[in-house]
């Protein structure tokens, strides 16, 4: 993976108070634009997405939303992400994803979130959360190849570096939902190995040599190939 640019900044991280089941959703492409600011860009606390966000409150695989969410942040950490790209990590599934539908946080307040965790890891979340899979997930490793909106219906091309970035939070995360349940392992993990093996181009090499430890032959006879057009279920 080509080298990125590290994220500065420390400080508090800002209550945002809002429903957790919020589903809103606001128009625009990818990535909408945000005000400038010359304020150092604030790293949220540990315990801020369980805490402010009531993450913790929300069943998932492992556990809970917010235990997942500092897993995979500690995950790309262990692979070495920049700071920005940890960030995203710790918050990709604020505004829902393609498959967990609830939103943390709705789509017309994307600034605050922006405010806590910068704009650069704000965008990389909404990137991430913003996927149409079925559509985009097939051909994600070409850079000729659209990347499918679904809260907008447009589509965009990513820069390579967005693209890779986006394979890195989405193998931390399918690689956590694997490690800490068997049952999504024995059912997807066939998929997933097929998916980041045709997306490997695109992943760190600690990271593909996770996916290839963590997602080969996790089900004895379990069948080979590429994922179904409908893409690969997740959690995450």
Same mark, same amino acid.
């Given at each position: 993976?080509?080298?990125?640019?590290?994220l500065?900044?420390?400080?508090?991280?800002?209550?945002?108070?809002?429903?957790?089941?919020?589903?809103e959703?606001?128009?625009?492409?990818?990535?909408?634009?945000?005000?400038?600011?010359?304020?150092?860009?604030?790293?949220?606390?540990?315990?801020?997405?369980?805490?402010?966000r009531?993450?913790?409150?929300l069943?998932h695989?492992?556990?809970?939303?917010?235990?997942?969410?500092?897993?995979?942040?500690?995950?790309l950490a262990t692979?070495?992400?920049?700071?920005?790209?940890?960030?995203?990590?710790?918050?990709?599934?604020?505004?829902?994803?393609?498959?967990?539908?609830?939103a943390?946080?709705?789509?017309?307040?994307?600034?605050?979130?922006?405010?806590?965790?910068?704009?650069?890891?704000?965008?990389?979340?909404?990137?991430?959360? *913003?996927?149409?899979?079925?559509?985009?997930?097939?051909?994600?490793?070409?850079?000729e190849?659209?990347?499918?909106?679904?809260?907008?219906?447009?589509?965009?091309?990513p820069s390579?570096?967005?693209r890779?970035?986006?394979?890195?939070?989405?193998?931390?995360?399918?690689?956590?939902?694997?490690?800490?349940?068997?049952?999504f392992l024995?059912a997807?993990g066939?998929?997933?190995?097929?998916l980041?093996?045709?997306? *490997?181009?695109?992943? *760190?090499p600690?990271?593909?040599?996770?996916?290839?430890?963590?997602?080969?032959?996790?089900?004895p006879?379990?069948?080979?190939?590429?994922p179904?057009?409908?893409?690969?279920?997740?959690?995450?």
């Amino acid at each position: 993976m080509a080298a990125r640019a590290g994220l500065t900044g420390a400080g508090r991280a800002a209550s945002i108070g809002a429903d957790p089941t919020a589903e809103e959703r606001t128009p625009g492409p990818w990535p909408c634009p945000l005000p400038r600011r010359t304020r150092p860009q604030p790293t949220p606390s540990r315990s801020w997405a369980n805490r402010e966000r009531g993450a913790g409150r929300l069943p998932h695989p492992g556990g809970d939303l917010a235990t997942h969410l500092r897993r995979v942040h500690s995950q790309l950490a262990t692979w070495g992400a920049r700071p920005a790209l940890r960030l995203a990590g710790l918050c990709h599934a604020f505004y829902g994803t393609d498959g967990f539908p609830t939103a943390l946080l709705p789509l017309p307040r994307r600034a605050e979130l922006a405010a806590v965790i910068g704009e650069e890891a704000e965008e990389l979340v909404y990137l991430y959360a *913003s996927c149409d899979r079925p559509a985009t997930y097939p051909r994600l490793a070409d850079p000729e190849a659209p990347f499918h909106d679904r809260f907008t219906g447009t589509t965009t091309l990513p820069s390579l570096a967005a693209r890779r970035d986006f394979a890195e939070i989405s193998a931390a995360n399918e690689l956590d939902l694997a490690a800490h349940d068997p049952d999504f392992l024995a059912a997807h993990g066939p998929d997933l190995l097929a998916l980041f093996t045709r997306v *490997s181009s695109l992943l *760190s090499p600690a990271a593909w040599a996770d996916c290839q430890a963590v997602l080969a032959d996790p089900l004895p006879g379990s069948p080979e190939g590429p994922p179904p057009p409908c893409g690969v279920p997740s959690a995450g």
